[in-house]
C-alpha cells in the first residue's frame, strides 16, 4: 500500500488554484518542492500560509491544524549563499582580488564575509604582515536586510575588520537588489587599489548563488 496522502488546494500569488496529492506525514518544506515545478520557482523563496498563519518549514503538514487550503506568497528576500570569486583583475582594479561571501537567513538576517589582497611593491622579509603592508584586508558584516521598493537594504548590527582601512567609519547600511533567485548585486566597501588607482570604496558588485 502507498503512503496514505491528502488533497491539499494551493492558492498562487497569480490566484491561480494548484490541487496537490501530498503524503499525509510530509513536511511543510517537502510540499514546497512538489510545487517547485508548477510554479516555476525555488522553495527557499516560498511562503506557505494557513489564514495569516506562517508554516514553517520542518513542520508536518498535518502538525501545523492547516486545512486543505493554503496560500503561497513570495519571499522578495534573498535566501541561502550567495558568493563571488574573482582573480587577479579584481574589482578594485589591477593587480587587487575580492572574494566575497554572502549568507541570507529566510528571516532575513546576512553575514557577508569579504577577502581581498592586492600586490604591492614592499618587500618580504620574515616580518613582513601582509595586513599592515595594505596587501590583504578581511572585513565581516552581520545585520538584517528588509525589502525598499525594488531595493535591499542591509542594515549592519556589527562588523569586524583586520588590515590598514580609512579612517572613516563603516557605513550603517548597505544597498542591494536580488535581479533573479541565483543573483544578486550589493553595493560593498572594498579597501584594495591604493597602489593602482586609490581605494575602490563602495563597489557594486554581482553574486552568484552556490548549492
Not at 558568493?83 to 557577508?112: K, R, W, Y
Request: glycine content about 10%.
Amino acid at each position: 500500500m502507498g503512503e496514505p496522502s491528502r488533497k491539499v488546494v494551493v492558492c498562487t500569488p497569480s490566484g491561480r488554484l494548484i490541487e496537490v496529492d501530498f503524503n499525509k506525514d510530509g513536511t511543510v518544506h517537502a510540499l514546497k518542492e512538489q510545487l517547485q515545478s508548477q510554479v516555476g520557482e525555488s522553495p527557499a523563496r516560498m511562503i506557505l500560509l494557513c489564514g495569516d498563519k506562517v508554516l514553517q518549514d520542518d513542520c508536518k503538514l498535518d502538525d501545523t491544524g492547516s486545512s486543505s487550503g493554503l496560500t503561497l506568497v513570495m519571499s522578495s528576500l534573498p535566501t541561502g549563499r550567495f558568493e563571488l570569486f574573482s582573480s587577479d583583475e579584481g574589482p578594485a582594479g589591477p593587480n587587487t582580488t575580492a572574494d566575497v561571501t554572502a549568507e541570507f537567513q529566510s528571516s532575513g538576517a546576512f553575514c557577508i564575509t569579504i577577502k581581498e589582497t592586492e600586490i604591492t611593491s614592499d618587500d618580504e622579509d620574515e616580518d613582513y604582515d601582509e595586513y599592515e603592508a595594505g596587501a590583504a584586508w578581511d572585513h565581516e558584516y552581520t545585520g538584517i536586510c528588509v525589502v525598499d521598493g525594488h531595493e535591499l537594504k542591509l542594515a549592519i548590527s556589527d562588523s569586524k575588520r583586520m588590515g590598514r582601512f580609512e579612517a572613516k567609519p563603516v557605513s550603517t547600511e548597505f544597498l542591494g537588489s536580488l535581479g533573479s533567485v541565483t543573483e544578486l548585486k550589493l553595493q560593498l566597501p572594498l579597501a584594495a587599489g591604493g597602489c593602482n588607482r586609490g581605494t575602490a570604496g563602495l563597489t557594486w558588485l554581482t553574486l552568484q548563488k552556490s548549492g
